[in-house]
């Protein structure tokens, strides 16, 4: 069946470090969705990719879509406090239904 | 202002009882979601409907129920044969299938 994984699982970066987290699909995405959710919260969408090796920027972060359109990853530049959430990709497979990658929970030290 | 409106936010039941979860968004949106949020398990779909009087299984059916009457509403109902009902339950609703998905505040379930 559909699969996205994500990893890793967990990072802890010191402030001011560099973060990554990546997600695999073992089918072809039409599409993907990055979505970040503070503890506590619920998920709140930051950015879609539909393009073969689109990468599209916010500020510090960056989203790669890969050429395959099987993976994906978001970068995050001089993380800050700010920063603290886990992030889920979410893959449109070619039956219309969207799939939640495991998502990456991020901690960052002051 | 817009949004989706889960409630309650909090849900105590006793094992063996059926619980409506409600979700009502003013967005004007066709299609609405209902995920469960498991630690380490990302969101599972477990019913989506993309428009009035129609829905459809997702991932993770088994023990649940939805209706669809009006576009406004999308109540779950966490029936007594669901195995493990404790969990955190969004509900989410987008303009159409390729459209980014706004999240309700979620309902977290707790059944002794």
């Known amino acids: 069946g559909q699969q996205v994984m994500q990893i890793p699982q967990y990072q802890h970066v010191q402030e001011g470090e560099d973060f990554t987290t990546y997600c695999n699909s073992s089918t072809t995405l039409s599409n993907i969705q990055w979505y970040k959710q503070r503890p506590g919260g619920h998920p709140v969408f930051l950015i879609q990719?539909?393009?073969?090796?689109e990468v599209k920027k916010q500020k510090r972060l960056t989203f790669q879509f890969g050429e395959a359109k099987k993976n994906s990853s978001l970068h995050i530049t001089a993380t800050q406090t700010t920063d603290v959430g886990t992030y889920f990709c979410?893959?449109?497979?070619?039956?219309?239904?969207?799939?939640f990658g495991t998502g990456t929970s991020l901690t960052v030290i002051p | 202002d817009g949004g989706i409106t889960q409630s309650p936010k909090y849900l105590f039941r006793k094992e063996g009882q059926n619980v409506t979860l409600s979700c009502e968004q003013n967005?004007?949106?066709?299609?609405m979601y209902w995920y469960r949020q498991d630690p380490g398990q990302g969101l599972r779909l477990i019913y989506y409907?993309?428009?009035?009087?129609?829905?459809q299984k997702g991932d993770i059916a088994e023990g649940y129920s939805v209706s669809r009457e009006k576009k406004e509403s999308f109540p779950l109902t966490v029936t007594s044969a669901q195995k493990n009902p404790t969990a955190f339950y969004l509900c989410?609703?987008?303009?159409?299938?390729?459209?980014?998905?706004?999240f309700g505040n979620g309902t977290r379930l707790t059944v002794t």
């Open positions: 967005l004007n949106h066709d299609a």
């Open positions: 990719l539909v393009k073969s090796g």
């Open positions: 409907s993309q428009i009035v009087n129609d829905f």
């Open positions: 989410a609703s987008s303009m159409s299938d390729l459209s980014p998905l706004h």
């Open positions: 979410a893959g449109l497979n070619t039956g219309n239904q969207f799939y």
